[in-house]
């Protein structure tokens, strides 16, 4: 049976190891894996020495590049032989595969790859008639009996040797032969080593250079080595002392370059990652990275606003969200699954509502971090639910008006064939059964009632009759003040505090006072066992966005604001959702309609205002009407004055 070719793999990425393992394990190859390539060297010198290794190039600790240095060295003979596939995602152009192969590499294979391109990479490691790599060698001499002592040599060990005579141009011999190594013998009067090290040194890689010399001092060396050269050899030559020499500053040459290579893959990574931090700081939106410990790893300074001078430093849940435990809706087992998850949440910590955009960040090690941006819609989301209730609101009133100029009509009937029985049971003005007459009065009054609250429907639905005059917001609420002193409960307190600049709207004062009078009213109510109750006045600038009746905001500069504010037991969130729909209400069906408030978010509506609440369970409540200011002050009318006057409320 054949014996399995052994492969030692080394590579840092799991992923690209198992992969790398499992297709030569399938084609009958025998394969030991390793991350580290100090793992792998100590297991070589330990172990049965493999066929054949294959290598990543960039790994942390000891890259592949050393990696081939050391398989290559005196200190690992033994592992001399081995022969070596460079592999690199990073490393992909000409310049690295050249200086892989300079290093020690026998072939180089950039990635990604196929299983087949694998394959046939490992297959020439072990096939006699791959065609070897052979190293150009130009010696320039003018004695060609010179060199053959060493040419043989040379030739023998894989090495293409070519001459160049000092008397043609040596720059164009370079540039045509293309050598990787010049081999200069300086003994000759007429080769001027300084000048051809100097044209050397123009080319954009240029090739290893020798430099072989009577001179054996130190001085001369160290002057050899100034003008370029990268070793000095004395005469007499000892054919394989040269072949080591020249072994030793090609690899040096190449280590030189793989150091360049690095700094410049270091100062790239470097420089990506300060524009991934200036990205990430630049962000708006608050933004952190955490590891799958859920300790923080990183924070961008919105996040670092959001939560304060708390610091950074701790469990996710615990710094950013305020929580002792996971949060139930953490994605950090979904991320590793997914590309990225997307999700709404509400944080109690931070009052806010957040869109989530999570996403795993992958590490060479194949840990996952979570990298969590945090886009607030708070704003948004409150703005879409007043839009929903503004749509209901809306929907229900041209349902009420509809409903109450039916009933309207119904009454109407009613009354007036209440009033044609009346007629028809009196003769002379006397009535003739003083009995009917009595029931005739109780549909009458009945009527009257009904009337009243389709008035308030369509108040509701801002259809209702109404003038326009201007008004004194300051005398309408003092003379409510009065109303309700008389009757309101003995125990609540009044209180006004009015503004000193007489604030003047225009609109209907019994559509303004009835929305003032029944939140006044629901106040009282609110407070069985006493309390304050304090309106307020004042002309306010424009940009009061946050209304919660919905109503529709005029292009006003200013408004009058009337607030009514009470200490009673206040409403929870789920009320403050409702409080404004007709026949809504929380008390028994004898105390109201739930058409007060109702009737005065329409009131309001129709004079371009809105009405914002703020409110909480026994924490009392506020209410407060925006009305547009008048422009210039004129002469104003109250309530008191207006011809018939009298006030409708719902209870």
């Keep these: 049976m054949k014996k399995k070719k052994n492969v030692v793999i080394v590579n840092d990425d799991i992923t690209q190891l198992c992969i790398i393992s499992g297709i030569l394990d399938i084609h009958g190859f025998q394969t030991r894996t390793y991350t580290s390539a100090a793992d792998a060297l100590t297991a070589m010198e330990s172990t049965e020495v493999p066929d054949a290794v294959i290598t990543d190039i960039q790994m942390p600790d000891l890259d592949g590049w050393r990696f081939c240095r050391l398989l290559r060295s005196e200190e690992h003979k033994g592992l001399n032989g081995i022969p070596i596939l460079a592999t690199s995602a990073i490393f992909k152009d000409d310049e690295s595969e050249n200086v892989s192969k300079d290093i020690g590499a026998d072939a180089f294979l950039p990635a990604p790859f196929d299983a087949g391109t694998l394959l046939q990479a490992v297959d020439s490691l072990f096939s006699s008639a791959a065609p070897l790599r052979k190293t150009r060698l130009l010696i320039v001499d003018d004695a060609a009996e010179r060199t053959e002592s060493y040419e043989e040599v040379l030739k023998s060990s894989g090495y293409d040797v070519v001459h160049a005579n000092p008397q043609d141009n040596v720059l164009q011999s370079i540039a045509k032969l293309a ?296 005398n309408l609420v003092k003379a409510l003040q009065e109303l309700l002193k008389h009757g309101a409960h003995k125990e609540i307190d009044m209180r006004l505090a009015l503004c000193a600049d007489e604030p003047i709207v225009v609109g209907d004062p019994h559509q303004i006072q009835n929305a003032i009078l029944n939140i006044a009213l629901n106040a009282c109510d609110a407070m069985n066992e006493g309390g304050a109750l304090t309106f307020e006045t004042q002309i306010v600038e424009s940009g009061h966005a946050n209304h919660a009746g919905g109503g529709e905001q005029a292009n006003t500069a200013r408004y009058v604001r009337i607030g009514i504010v009470d200490t009673g037991v206040g409403m929870d969130e789920e009320t403050k959702k409702h409080i404004f729909e007709p026949f809504f209400s929380t008390k028994s069906d004898r105390q109201g309609t739930g058409l007060g408030l109702a009737g005065a978010y329409g009131a309001v509506k129709n004079h371009n205002g809105y009405i914002e609440v703020q409110s909480s369970a026994g924490c009392g409540s506020r209410f407060d009407i925006y009305l547009p200011a008048a422009e210039e002050s004129v002469n104003t009318i109250s309530a008191e004055e207006m011809p018939g006057t009298h006030v409708h409320y719902a209870w």
């Excluded at 430099?211 to 004395?234: K, L, M, T």
């Excluded at 290579?261 to 630049?282: A, G």
């Excluded at 670092?304 to 469990?315: N, Q």
């Excluded at 109407?412 to 009033?419: K, V």
């Design 179 to 474: 050598p990787e190594i010049i081999l200069i013998d300086d003994r000759s009067p007429r080769i001027n080593s300084q000048e051809i090290l100097k044209l050397i040194r123009r080319r954009e890689r240029p090739p290893v250079a020798l430099v072989i010399a009577s001179d054996n001092q130190a001085e001369a060396c160290s002057r050899y080595r100034r003008e370029g050269a990268n070793a000095h050899v004395h005469a007499p030559l000892d054919a394989e002392y040269l072949l080591a020499e020249c072994e030793r500053t090609i690899r040096e040459r190449a280590f030189e370059q793989v150091e360049i290579l690095l700094q410049k893959r270091t100062w790239e990574l470097q420089e990506s990652r300060e524009r991934y931090k200036s990205m990430m700081e630049s962000l708006a939106d608050p933004m952190y990275i955490a590891a799958e410990s859920y300790d923080i790893e990183y924070c961008n300074t919105a996040m670092k606003r959001l939560i304060g001078d708390t610091g950074v430093e701790g469990k996710c849940f615990r710094i950013i969200f305020g929580n002792e435990d996971v949060c139930s809706w953490c994605p950090m087992q979904k991320i590793q699954h997914q590309a990225a998850v997307r999700f709404n949440i509400e944080s109690d910590f931070h009052h806010r509502i957040f869109d989530v955009t999570a996403s795993a960040l992958v590490h060479p090690d194949q840990s996952i971090s979570q990298t969590a941006i945090l886009h607030d819609i708070t704003r948004k989301v409150n703005l879409e639910a007043q839009l929903m209730q503004t749509q209901k609101l809306e929907a229900i009133g041209r349902l009420a008006a509809g409903v109450a100029h039916g009933f309207n009509n119904m009454l109407g009937a009613i009354m007036g064939y209440a009033d044609m029985i009346r007629e028809d049971n009196c003769e002379n003005g006397v009535p003739i059964d003083h009995r009917l007459n009595k029931r005739i009065d109780m549909v009458l009054s009945a009527t009257s009632r009904a009337a009243g609250l389709v008035r308030q429907l369509l108040g509701f639905a801002r259809q209702g009759k109404y003038c326009s005059v201007p008004v004194s917001v300051n």
